[in-house]
């Protein structure tokens, strides 16, 4: 684990200790599991979001993609009598498609990606709400998946199934990440994309891949949230998540300059914004604040990290003064 | 000039300035005063910018003073050196090229009339006309400055830098582009200025234009004085002994060896920059092939070219025998091509990422398995490379960025060696480094070269292209204008044909 890694698994554990200590009930069996399928839920497309801004780029059509591609799936399987394992196949495509041709014309027509992904979430948002003439798409009394139910909103021994599928892909997307030579070229793009073109990575290749990572990521978070919500409001459903994403990703380190980040700080980020969540909702602090509280934590936490980088260049900078000035650079006293 | 102007008199003493991994500036002095003109020299990396930037205010030294008019100064901000009349034209001008002269030389104090304070044209062409006079421009105060020609530009800057009645004007390598008639009207406006009590620092390479117009000279090397010359002691070899500070004889080594096949040939390679200008040009095995020319006469292009980065409108490339078809890089570097690169920060390196990451970062997938990096393999060969090139640091797995300049560019080479190329493009090579890493980059090519290693090296260090390549192309304007053996290889025969 990373310095900041740390930083932060200590910020939720005290606001975590916090929370339980001023009520109990964060720690009863029910709000557990409650707040552990919402972090696997957000979780998922939170990680989505990782590949992209890793690359320095960015993907504001999360929210939108979960609606249209749930939209598709519950139409798929409730009306037109699709198998759900094929309906399922086929919205993890749409995404892939819907991904590589955000790559595409970011990478080939040389287009800012947030231009491409904001014009994305119009889109996405519309023809979401078209196909359903805006109404609502959800199963009627009586329709029953038992086994897709089960598979995606249902629990092993108290566990929601959610948060074992967040914890799968977790641990691939860690393993992808900083493990393979995928993930390095990925950071490596990130950091300096002509760098990168110099030393003979294929930079199109790995953006576009990355952006079809992110994209079915989010169908597949997709399916998730349409078997929780049971019932889509196009308008509405999913609205404000691909934000939600982007903030843990930099609250987990990620930077939107790209080539930083790692996959325990963005599971951290996620937990930490349902912890806090959670806060809000068993303080009794007004619901309406929910966001505010966010943004504030947000904030507090970045000026934080960029004011102790600032000060460990600047002592850098001192020694490497005193080095050339002749005098040895003295070692920090602790106070006791 | 205004009535009451003021010469100024300026010194810096004891001026430092350390970046991490580099130490810029070391106790420098340097003293101005108006009516003088002061050639800056030193080879690149000695410090000269980072000087410059203390002076223009961009820079704020970590230790020494500097000294205007009597007064203290431990640091100045951009507005304060403006306001001691300091002006700065840069070796990149950026011009509005959206506005005309007028606007552009009095951006930012533009004058108005009226309750409404709208721009006063009239005042300010009446302001702005005088100054172009004095500098005999061809351009007028209402022209459009999108065709002014490089020469121009520069003249332009002059006018700003004298509208704001700068009393020392500061020229960062201004004749570098400039054709010889351009370059002796620039020389005959810094008199000009001179004669008006302005002081001229002026920074360039062109050894003679320094010993044409200089009243004195000061040169740094590896960020410290290196010594002053006056009116009669200035002259080209004095000037270089002081740049160099050691013989020129010991600081390069030839190998001798035969030549055989060619490694890399090219026929008929036109690049997008030069269309009409077509290259041939064949490199042997063992053999280093210096690329000489100006700055701009399409050298880099080339190497681009021939690595995959842009592509080439037209003609054939051949490296060991196999065509490259498919303009590539990575096809490039798995036909046993490299480039380190002219931009070492931009280019050659990621600066963030561990020196151990940037060596193994282009020859990683030999070094995993079903795409997983094998990270002791990783470890072991940058280890490897680290005791190979003696790279300095304490750790392999710190950031490149906290690298000397020279360091960072043994570990660029060091990330192609792990690939076996056959043939290196080294551009500009010791651009930025110190002297002493300098003797060790020219080592490591000769040493590859013996290994059988062809190379190709663009260099615009004339002293570095003679020290060190087997023969030499010249190139102008995407041409090779010629090639030269060893027994021809004098500074004079170069710049014959890179000038033409």
Same mark, same amino acid.
């Given at each position: 684990?990373?310095?900041?890694?740390?930083?932060l698994?200590l910020?939720v554990?005290?606001?975590g200790s916090?929370?339980a200590l001023?009520?109990?009930?964060?720690?009863?069996?029910?709000?557990?599991?409650n707040?552990?399928?919402l972090i696997g839920?957000?979780?998922?497309?939170s990680?989505?979001?990782?590949?992209?801004i890793?690359?320095?780029?960015?993907?504001?059509?999360v929210?939108?993609?979960?609606?249209?591609?749930?939209?598709?799936f519950?139409d798929?399987?409730?009306v037109?009598?699709?198998?759900?394992?094929?309906?399922?196949l086929?919205?993890l495509?749409?995404?892939?498609?819907f991904?590589?041709?955000?790559?595409w014309?970011?990478?080939r027509?040389?287009?800012?990606?947030?231009?491409?992904?904001?014009?994305?979430l119009l889109i996405?948002?519309?023809?979401a709400?078209?196909?359903?003439?805006?109404?609502?798409?959800?199963?009627?009394?009586?329709?029953?998946?038992?086994?897709?139910?089960?598979?995606?909103?249902g629990?092993?021994?108290g566990v929601?199934?959610?948060?074992?599928?967040?914890?799968?892909i977790?641990?691939?997307?860690w393993?992808?990440?900083h493990?393979?030579?995928?993930?390095?070229h990925?950071?490596?793009?990130?950091?300096?994309?002509?760098?990168a073109?110099?030393t003979?990575?294929?930079?199109?290749?790995?953006?576009?891949?990355?952006?079809?990572?992110?994209?079915?990521?989010?169908?597949?978070?997709?399916?998730f949230?349409?078997?929780?919500?049971?019932?889509?409001?196009?308008?509405?459903?999913g609205?404000?998540?691909?934000?939600?994403?982007?903030?843990?990703?930099?609250l987990?380190?990620?930077s939107?300059?790209g080539?930083?980040?790692?996959?325990?700080?963005?599971v951290?980020?996620v937990?930490?914004?349902?912890?806090?969540q959670?806060?809000?909702n068993?303080?009794?602090?007004?619901?309406?604040?929910?966001?505010?509280?966010?943004?504030?934590v947000?904030l507090?936490?970045?000026?934080?990290d960029?004011q102790?980088?600032?000060h460990?260049?600047?002592?850098?900078?001192?020694?490497a003064l005193?080095?050339?000035?002749g005098?040895?650079?003295?070692?920090?006293?602790?106070?006791? | 000039?205004?009535?009451?102007f003021?010469k100024?008199?300026?010194?810096?003493?004891r001026?430092?300035k350390v970046?991490?991994g580099?130490?810029a500036?070391?106790d420098?002095?340097?003293?101005?005063?108006?009516?003088?003109?002061?050639?800056?020299i030193?080879?690149?990396?000695?410090?000269?910018?980072t000087?410059?930037?203390?002076?223009?205010g961009?820079v =704020?030294?970590?230790?020494?003073?500097?000294?205007i008019?009597?007064?203290h100064?431990?640091?100045?901000?951009p507005a304060e050196?403006?306001?001691?009349?300091?002006?700065?034209?840069?070796?990149?001008?950026?011009?509005?090229?959206?506005?005309?002269?007028?606007?552009?030389?009095l951006?930012?104090?533009?004058?108005?009339?009226?309750?409404?304070?709208?721009?006063?044209?009239r005042a300010?062409?009446?302001?702005?006309?005088p100054i172009? $006079?004095?500098l005999?421009?061809r351009?007028?105060?209402?022209?459009?400055?999108s065709?002014?020609?490089?020469?121009?530009?520069?003249?332009?800057?002059?006018?700003?830098a004298?509208?704001?009645?700068a009393?020392?004007?500061?020229?960062?390598?201004?004749t570098?582009?400039?054709?010889?008639?351009?370059?002796e009207?620039?020389?005959s406006?810094?008199r000009?200025l001179?004669?008006?009590?302005?002081?001229v620092l002026?920074?360039?390479?062109?050894?003679?234009?320094?010993?044409?117009v200089?009243?004195?000279?000061?040169?740094l090397?590896?960020g410290k004085?290196?010594?002053?010359?006056t009116? $009669?002691?200035?002259?080209k070899?004095?000037m270089?002994?002081?740049?160099i500070?050691?013989?020129?004889?010991q600081?390069?080594?030839k190998?001798?060896?035969?030549? @055989?096949?060619?490694v890399?040939?090219?026929r008929?390679?036109?690049?997008?920059?030069?269309?009409?200008?077509?290259?041939?040009?064949?490199l042997?095995?063992?053999?280093?092939?210096?690329?000489?020319?100006?700055?701009g006469?399409?050298?880099?292009?080339?190497?681009r070219?021939?690595?995959?980065?842009d592509?080439?409108?037209?003609?054939t490339?051949?490296?060991?025998?196999t065509?490259?078809? =498919?303009?590539?890089v990575?096809?490039?570097i798995s036909?046993?091509?490299?480039?380190?690169?002219?931009?070492?920060?931009e280019q050659?390196l990621?600066?963030?990422?561990?020196i151990?990451?940037?060596? @193994?970062?282009?020859?990683?997938?030999?070094?995993?398995?079903?795409?997983?990096v094998?990270?002791?393999?990783?470890?072991?060969?940058?280890?490897?490379?680290q005791?190979?090139?003696?790279?300095?640091? @304490?750790?392999?797995?710190?950031s490149?960025?906290?690298?000397s300049?020279?360091?960072?560019?043994?570990?660029?080479?060091?990330k192609?060696?792990a690939t076996?190329?056959?043939v290196?493009?080294?551009?500009?090579?010791?651009?930025?480094i110190?002297?002493?890493?300098?003797?060790?980059?020219?080592?490591?090519?000769?040493?590859?070269?013996?290994?059988g290693?062809?190379?190709?090296?663009? =260099?615009?260090?004339m002293?570095?292209?003679?020290?060190v390549?087997?023969?030499?192309?010249?190139?102008?304007?995407?041409h090779?204008?010629g090639i030269?053996n060893?027994?021809?290889?004098?500074?004079?025969n170069?710049?014959?044909?890179?000038?033409g």
């Amino acid at each position: 684990m990373q310095k900041k890694d740390i930083g932060l698994a200590l910020l939720v554990l005290v606001v975590g200790s916090v929370v339980a200590l001023i009520n109990p009930r964060f720690l009863s069996p029910i709000n557990l599991a409650n707040t552990a399928n919402l972090i696997g839920l957000f979780g998922l497309f939170s990680l989505a979001e990782a590949f992209v801004i890793v690359t320095a780029g960015i993907e504001l059509s999360v929210g939108s993609l979960i609606a249209l591609l749930g939209v598709l799936f519950v139409d798929l399987i409730v009306v037109q009598g699709v198998p759900w394992p094929v309906a399922a196949l086929i919205v993890l495509t749409c995404g892939a498609i819907f991904g590589s041709i955000h790559g595409w014309l970011i990478t080939r027509l040389q287009l800012q990606p947030f231009i491409v992904t904001l014009c994305g979430l119009l889109i996405y948002r519309g023809v979401a709400r078209f196909y359903t003439k805006d109404g609502t798409a959800g199963f009627s009394f009586g329709d029953e998946f038992p086994v897709l139910e089960w598979l995606i909103s249902g629990r092993t021994g108290g566990v929601p199934h959610s948060i074992i599928a967040f914890t799968v892909i977790a641990v691939i997307a860690w393993f992808v990440l900083h493990r393979t030579v995928f993930g390095r070229h990925l950071f490596a793009v990130g950091k300096n994309e002509e760098a990168a073109r110099f030393t003979g990575i294929n930079t199109r290749r790995v953006i576009v891949l990355a952006y079809v990572i992110c994209a079915v990521l989010t169908g597949l978070s997709a399916i998730f949230f349409a078997m929780y919500t049971r019932s889509i409001h196009p308008a509405s459903h999913g609205n404000f998540y691909e934000l939600y994403a982007i903030a843990a990703a930099v609250l987990g380190g990620f930077s939107l300059r790209g080539g930083e980040g790692s996959v325990v700080g963005v599971v951290l980020g996620v937990i930490l914004l349902q912890v806090l969540q959670n806060l809000v909702n068993l303080l009794g602090i007004p619901s309406s604040l929910n966001f505010a509280v966010m943004g504030s934590v947000i904030l507090i936490g970045v000026i934080a990290d960029t004011q102790i980088t600032k000060h460990r260049n600047s002592r850098r900078q001192a020694v490497a003064l005193a080095t050339i000035k002749g005098a040895a650079p003295k070692p920090q006293s602790l106070p006791e | 000039m205004p009535s009451g102007f003021q010469k100024i008199s300026l010194e810096l003493s004891r001026v430092t300035k350390v970046y991490p991994g580099v130490v810029a500036l070391q106790d420098v002095d340097l003293s101005i005063a108006g009516g003088e003109i002061v050639g800056l020299i030193g080879e690149n990396g000695a410090g000269k910018s980072t000087l410059m930037k203390v002076l223009g205010g961009a820079v =704020s030294p970590d230790g020494g003073g500097i000294h205007i008019d009597g007064q203290h100064y431990s640091a100045l901000s951009p507005a304060e050196a403006g306001r001691l009349g300091i002006a700065f034209v840069h070796q990149e001008l950026n011009p509005f090229s959206n506005l005309d002269v007028t606007a552009n030389v009095l951006l930012g104090r533009e004058i108005t009339s009226g309750p409404l304070r709208l721009l006063d044209r009239r005042a300010m062409e009446a302001k702005v006309a005088p100054i172009l $006079q004095l500098l005999g421009t061809r351009f007028g105060p209402a022209d459009p400055v999108s065709g002014l020609s490089l020469a121009d530009q520069q003249l332009l800057e002059i006018a700003r830098a004298l509208s704001m009645n700068a009393r020392l004007v500061i020229l960062d390598e201004p004749t570098s582009s400039l054709t010889l008639s351009e370059t002796e009207r620039l020389l005959s406006v810094m008199r000009q200025l001179q004669s008006r009590g302005v002081a001229v620092l002026f920074i360039s390479h062109r050894l003679s234009e320094v010993e044409n117009v200089a009243d004195r000279v000061v040169c740094l090397r590896d960020g410290k004085n290196a010594g002053e010359l006056t009116g $009669q002691q200035i002259c080209k070899d004095a000037m270089v002994r002081m740049m160099i500070g050691r013989d020129v004889q010991q600081f390069y080594e030839k190998s001798a060896h035969g030549v @055989s096949t060619p490694v890399l040939s090219l026929r008929g390679v036109r690049t997008s920059t030069f269309p009409a200008a077509s290259v041939d040009l064949d490199l042997h095995a063992g053999e280093i092939l210096g690329v000489a020319g100006l700055v701009g006469a399409g050298r880099t292009e080339l190497a681009r070219a021939i690595f995959g980065v842009d592509a080439f409108s037209d003609g054939t490339i051949h490296l060991n025998g196999t065509e490259l078809k =498919s303009h590539s890089v990575p096809e490039a570097i798995s036909a046993g091509l490299s480039l380190v690169p002219e931009d070492r920060k931009e280019q050659g390196l990621l600066l963030d990422f561990a020196i151990a990451d940037n060596i @193994s970062l282009p020859c990683l997938n030999h070094l995993s398995r079903f795409g997983v990096v094998d990270r002791e393999r990783e470890t072991s060969l940058a280890q490897a490379s680290q005791a190979r090139l003696s790279i300095k640091t @304490s750790s392999i797995f710190h950031s490149a960025a906290e690298l000397s300049g020279g360091n960072q560019q043994k570990v660029v080479l060091a990330k192609w060696l792990a690939t076996n190329p056959k043939v290196i493009i080294f551009d500009e090579p010791t651009r930025g480094i110190d002297v002493g890493a300098k003797a060790e980059v020219y080592h490591l090519l000769q040493a590859l070269a013996r290994d059988g290693v062809g190379i190709l090296m663009i =260099s615009s260090d004339m002293e570095e292209v003679i020290g060190v390549s087997d023969r030499v192309a010249v190139m102008r304007r995407g041409h090779v204008t010629g090639i030269l053996n060893s027994d021809e290889l004098t500074e004079e025969n170069i710049l014959r044909l890179a000038v033409g």
